[in-house]
Structures are given as structure tokens and as C-alpha cells.
């Protein structure tokens, strides 16, 4: 019934790029919209980025100018485009879909930028 696929977490160097994919499914309902989520060890899970249905954005202050959501065609595929990564970007990252003012979530993958 719901489904939440992520990949493309790993190790960069600062100043490095990463592109991370989630791969969203939801029988029987309409997806509204996509996020990408991420979450240190003490901290709270916060939203990085968002995209709409109708392809509207809205980003963290803290990756304005660095990360770009973007979503695919028919399969409901959602990206983030990481680039300029700094240290304080390393955290597990979540991908997100509301359908029907109900949020589903993925696994989490892993993202640290490190030298």
C-alpha cells in the first residue's frame, strides 16, 4: 500500500555533491507532496526541502542555493540535488509523502561530509 524507496547516501568530501532518490508509491491515493527531511543525533527531524504536486518548492534556509528538489514524471520519484556540501550537512536524511494530510516515511539514509 505504501511504499518509500531511498537511495544515494554516502560519504563526500566539503564542497562535494551527493544526489539522492525516493521512489514513492501510495495505492489507491494521491500523492500531494514530497519531501526530503533530515535528522542529527539530539536534534530534532527538520525539513530540507519540499515540492508540490504542481512542482511549487520551498527550502530550509540552511541549503537556499545549495540543494535543489526536483520530482519525476508518472512514478512519483523524488530527488535532492545536494551540492556545496559542508560538515554541518551530515545527518540521516528522510524522504516524505503526504497523502491526505497523512505522512509516510522512508527508511532514512545515511549522508556525511567529511575530509
Known amino acids: 500500500q505504501v511504499q518509500l524507496v531511498e537511495s544515494g547516501g554516502g560519504l563526500v568530501q566539503p564542497g562535494g555533491s551527493l544526489r539522492l532518490s525516493c521512489a514513492a508509491s501510495v495505492s489507491g491515493f494521491s500523492i500531494n507532496n514530497l519531501s526530503w527531511y533530515r535528522q542529527t543525533p539530539g536534534k530534532q527531524r527538520d525539513m530540507v526541502a519540499t515540492?508540490?504536486?504542481?512542482?511549487?518548492?520551498n527550502y530550509a534556509d540552511s541549503v537556499k542555493g545549495r540543494f535543489t528538489i526536483s520530482r519525476g514524471n508518472a512514478k512519483n520519484t523524488v530527488y535532492l540535488e545536494m551540492n556545496s556540501l559542508k560538515p554541518e550537512d551530515t545527518a540521516v536524511y528522510y524522504c516524505?509523502?503526504?497523502?491526505?494530510?497523512?505522512?509516510?516515511w522512508g527508511q532514512g539514509t545515511q549522508v556525511t561530509v567529511s575530509s
Open positions: 516524505k509523502a503526504m497523502v491526505t494530510n497523512v505522512n509516510y
Open positions: 515540492i508540490t504536486r504542481y512542482g511549487s518548492t
